[in-house]
């Protein structure tokens, strides 16, 4: 086992010499065969312990097991106790995944800390089939089957080729000493009852259930690859991005065969994977939007607007503009304003200082607020002005007006000036603004 653990863990890391490593052991069996290999291959790497106070005694005795083994032996060890089920409940989340973000963190900072090259996980064979069965049960796409990933940026997962069995073994020949994490026995966790109850079943079935399993791994993740491949030049094909915002022609993909199956595969990142819910929004008029916890998207016409919903972004932009500083050019600059890449978006405008009073400021258009466009003798809505210029919902959200003191609008910003405040034959100071 410790020949083809090192050659796996070549695969990853082609100088083990000069690297160094920062290894997650929970004390249980997995995880000490882990650090048992990285002693036994004189490689460099420093411990990591999670305690997550759910097991009482049973978790301070890991700890402690964990914290004379590493002393003996002269191992660097980082220990953590964390209020997971506090985290929980603050986040409102499962245990599980209370205890999935606290310890990755964690594992992030010493990473950084401690200058460190890779974290290793224990992760093995039958915790890739496990986690096959969950996504299945969830309907996850082609990505979720693939598993576990063997290597995902600074995470190795070296044992991954190795089913539970072949790690006992090692653990039992070797004679190491491990902890048993009680709840591994309790069938309430969708992971333990597929652990207990399917796979020993799937044993008796197929002799060859961990090799099959591993073709299966490899075939998956091909398909995804090609897959991923195809629909990398769908998207070039089909989309464009527009500062945050990204737009999708449906219209046009829908012309060509299995359109619709190509948006959904578009869409799917994003958490978009209700058909009949897009199919609804795809029949109705222009405006219509659904979102999720995260994305909002937008049928604007024969497109698609996809952005990720920024909570600030309609909160009020205090920027003031001083009186004395009505002499000089005054530059605004504004992030992810996806308005500069329309056609008619004007980027400077210039007006007669003497009528303007100081400061100015800058907001969100009120419900049903008026101004004097350039060149009318009458006011118009704001709301039918942008509604004239058929700027879609998340474009309307964008737009802002520059007020003066008495909260007369000088600018609809990037659009149209007011009438009222434009340059003429008598005036003596200007003020120019731009958006950069």
């Known amino acids: 086992m410790k020949e083809i653990f090192e050659f796996q863990l070549q695969q990853f890391v082609v100088d083990m010499q000069h690297t160094t490593f920062l290894l997650a052991v929970s004390g249980g069996v997995d995880s000490m065969v882990l650090l048992d290999l990285f002693q036994k291959l004189g490689l460099k790497f420093q411990v990591a312990h999670c305690n997550f106070q759910l097991r009482g005694e049973e978790s301070e005795d890991e700890t402690q097991f964990l914290n004379e083994f590493c002393q003996k032996r002269q191992i660097i060890l980082h220990i953590k106790y964390f209020d997971t089920k506090n985290y929980a ?35 093995h064979l039958n915790d890739q089939i496990e986690t096959y069965f969950i996504n299945s049960l969830r309907a996850t796409g082609t990505k979720g089957l693939i598993g576990i990933p063997a290597k995902n940026e600074q995470i190795i997962r070296p044992l991954l080729s190795f089913s539970r069995t072949e790690i006992e073994q090692y653990a039992t020949d070797n004679q190491l000493e491990w902890k048993e994490d009680s709840s591994n026995q309790s069938t309430k966790y969708i992971r333990n009852k597929i652990r207990k109850e399917i796979i020993p079943i799937l044993e008796e079935i197929s002799p060859d259930l961990y090799q099959n399993f591993q073709q299966l791994f490899s075939n998956v993740k091909e398909d995804y690859l090609l897959k991923d491949e195809f629909l990398t030049q769908i998207k070039q094909r089909f989309t464009r991005k527009e500062q945050d915002v990204l737009i999708i022609d449906f219209e046009k993909l829908f012309q060509e065969e299995n359109g619709f199956i190509k948006l959904k595969q578009i869409l799917l990142p994003y958490g978009f994977s209700d058909e009949n819910e897009l199919e609804k929004m795809l029949q109705s008029i222009s405006g219509k939007y659904i979102q999720n916890a995260d994305y909002q998207l937008l049928k604007n016409r024969g497109e698609l607007h996809l952005r990720e919903i920024n909570l600030n972004f309609n909160k009020e932009l205090h920027f003031f503009i001083k009186k004395n500083e009505q002499e000089e050019n005054i530059t605004l600059i504004f992030e992810n304003f996806f308005l500069k890449n329309r056609a008619d978006f004007q980027f400077v405008a210039e007006f007669d200082a003497e009528n303007i009073q100081f400061p100015l400021h800058i907001r969100v258009p009120k419900e049903g607020e008026l101004f004097q466009p350039l060149g009318m003798n009458g006011r118009k809505k704001i709301s039918k002005y942008l509604k004239d210029k058929k700027l879609s919902i998340f474009e309307k959200e964008a737009v802002r007006v520059l007020v003066d003191a008495k909260d007369e609008i000088l600018w609809v910003i990037g659009f149209q000036i007011d009438n009222r405040f434009k340059l003429n034959k008598n005036t003596t100071k200007i003020l120019k603004i731009t958006v950069q």
């Open 89 to 123: 409940v603050q986040y409102k989340q499962s245990i599980q995944m209370a205890a999935r973000e606290l310890r990755y963190a964690w594992f992030q900072e010493l990473l950084i800390e401690n200058q460190l090259d890779y974290l290793v996980t224990a992760h």
